[in-house]
Each structure stands twice: as structure tokens, then as C-alpha cells.
């Protein structure tokens, strides 16, 4: 299962904003909602091998919200209905351990060093996202399979945020010389990893 973790570094942990106006009233979760397409969203279908995790930096205590697409329901193309599902998952109680909202979305308690932790405690090393990183063509990390990707969002990665990142045993990688949104690079590891260029296939199951 390919893996996403995307930092929103303004983005709400509580379900006090407004669907009608999610840039101006979730911190920008409206970021995360493209991410969440871009991840799962194909034509007619939803992707079954991809997990994302959304780290919430805009409270105390940040959360983390993770959807895994083997059994993700009620997910639909516009960011108004993910921001709602989200907006469902905020509303309930989160503890340091995972929490189900609905089928397919979890949430707990804790932020990047936490999502971090999990990843060295399973021996996995992530790959970084940066326009400056080494090329994906000559990376040494995993880019296949279980691979996890790590992205910020408009606001990019803090430096104390980087230093986890790299004590984690990250690789600084790179899609292309240009700063893409983190949605659209979502969409081309995707594609790299679909067309093999990455040794990877993809699972895809209609819509449900």
C-alpha cells in the first residue's frame, strides 16, 4: 500500500468551520481535501492500494487523520463532501490510539513526530517531496510497494519539521525542478508508480 503524509500546518482539529467556506474558516483544509482527491480519485472508481495520512497542525492537541482506501466509503470528487467527512472524523473523540468515524477515515491524537515514530518502529524510511531533492529516477529509498511519500503543504516544512524528517531516515527526493502543489505531486508519483517507472501497480475498485 502506498502511503501519503501530508502536513497542514493551519489546518483545524476541530469540526468549527464552515463547508460553505473552507479556505476562510478550516485553515486551509481545503489543501488537504485536493490532496485526498488526488490520492483516491480515478474516473468512476477510487483507488483500493492507498493509505494518506493528514497531519493537523491548527490546535492543540494536532491530530491525525488517516484514510485507507481498501475500505474507504462515501468518498466523491468535490472537496465539500471530503471536507465534510472529515468534518465528521474531528467531531469524535480522538485518543493517542486510532478511532473509527466512518468506513475507511481514523483519527488520534499527535502530529508528525508520532506518524514519524510509527514509520522507524516498522523499519520503513520515507521519501521527502522537495523541488530541490535528489531525482526519483536515482533515489536509494523504497519508490515501490509499501512506499511512503511525505509532503507540506502552501506553507511548506518548518526547519524542526525537516530535522524529524531526516532523523527519520528520509531520502529528500524530487519529482521536478518546479514548486508543484502537493495534490498535483500526489497525482504524478501516482502516475509513475501506475506506468511502473517506480516498479509499482495499482489496485482500482468502482465506487461504492
Not at 18 to 25: H, K, Q, R, V
Not at 98 to 116: A, D, K, N, Q, Y
Amino acid at each position: 500500500m502506498r502511503t501519503f503524509i501530508v502536513v497542514g500546518h493551519k489546518a483545524t482539529t476541530t469540526p468549527d468551520f464552515s463547508l460553505e467556506d473552507i479556505p476562510g474558516t478550516s485553515g486551509r483544509l481545503d489543501i488537504l481535501c485536493r490532496c485526498i482527491n488526488a490520492a483516491f480519485v480515478i474516473s468512476h472508481g477510487i483507488r483500493h492500494d492507498v493509505r494518506i495520512l493528514l497531519v493537523l497542525c491548527g490546535g492543540e492537541p494536532h491530530k491525525t487523520v488517516c484514510l485507507r482506501g481498501e475500505d474507504l466509503r462515501h468518498l466523491n470528487p468535490d472537496e465539500r463532501t471530503t471536507a465534510a467527512l472529515l468534518k465528521k472524523a474531528l467531531a469524535i473523540v480522538a485518543w493517542p490510539e486510532w478511532s473509527m468515524s466512518t468506513s475507511g477515515i481514523f483519527v488520534r491524537t499527535g502530529g508528525l513526530g508520532e506518524v514519524l515514530s510509527d514509520l522507524k518502529a516498522k523499519g520503513i524510511k520515507p521519501a521527502y517531496l522537495r523541488e530541490d531533492g535528489m531525482d526519483v529516477h536515482e533515489a536509494d529509498c523504497n519508490l515501490s510497494g509499501d512506499a511512503v511519500f511525505i509532503l507540506g503543504d502552501h506553507l511548506g516544512m518548518t526547519p524542526e519539521e525537516e530535522t524529524q524528517i531526516l532523523q527519520a531516515g528520509a531520502e529528500v527526493i524530487s519529482i521536478g525542478p518546479a514548486c508543484l502543489h502537493a495534490d498535483h505531486c500526489i497525482v504524478l508519483v501516482n502516475w509513475m508508480l501506475d506506468t511502473g517507472m517506480l516498479g509499482d501497480q495499482t489496485i482500482i475498485r468502482p465506487i461504492s
